[in-house]
């Protein structure tokens, strides 16, 4: 028996990159799921292949800048399977690059839209529904940009700083229905969002790839499966006395660079 067999799940952002990984892995684990996403024909793809390999898919067509429509993907999931007992809060995007010296309000209003709202909306959505079943785990994808400043521009640091802190907020609330509210901080991982961030298609994931070698204590670059691994981990029944953290997945960027690149032994 897979480690959610009988379980039902929404993941944002999941026809690609960390998203699109986790589907797999949950579907592998015998999860029913609902692919999130804008991308239409991606997700549409996506859900009908895993559909044809566990008839455990559906695609929802989400904008998790807009509530109703975040809504509507946790409606799918009940109407679809008759409950939910897993939320991926996972969608967004590199936004808010440049000097801040630069930036106009519009493009702060898009990162706190993108990547801090859309958790909210998420976490609220799944928490109405959780909460009246007495059970759920809810995993946000934050960021090691988010832990300290420095590791990433500036409005993508602090909205996923804003998701680190919210985790532990809605973790305090939840946890009276048994509602377990946790995130993970990827590093460094060369998905579609990294290289769409540099104005570039997917041709050039290889190279971004190995520019992230050997930067971290484990040399090599992260991959997709990394976060997925342990966004498995919080769904399950396995971290069911876990909540409200914040785990960094990153190969140890987060403490900076590894022992042998260091001036100072």
Known sequence: MGKLEGKVAVVTGGASGIGEATLRLFVE????????????EQGQALADELAWEKGAAVFQHTDVTNGEQVAAAVARAVSEFGQLDIMH??????????????????????AMGLLFKSVFFGVREAG????????GSIVNTASIAGLHPGAGPHLYATAKAAVVFFTGSAALELGEYDVRVNCVCPGGVATELVSSALGAGADILPAIEESMRGRQAIERPGQTIDIARTVLWLASDESDYVTGQAIAIDGGENYGAKWSKQTMQ
């Open 89 to 110: 809060n996972n969608a967004g995007a590199m936004v808010g690059r440049g000097s801040l010296l630069e930036m106009e309000e519009a493009e702060v209003d898009r």
């Open 29 to 40: 684990e015998g999860a029913r799921v609902v692919v999130a996403d804008i991308k239409d």
């Open 128 to 135: 109405r529904v959780m909460s009246k079943q007495g059970k």
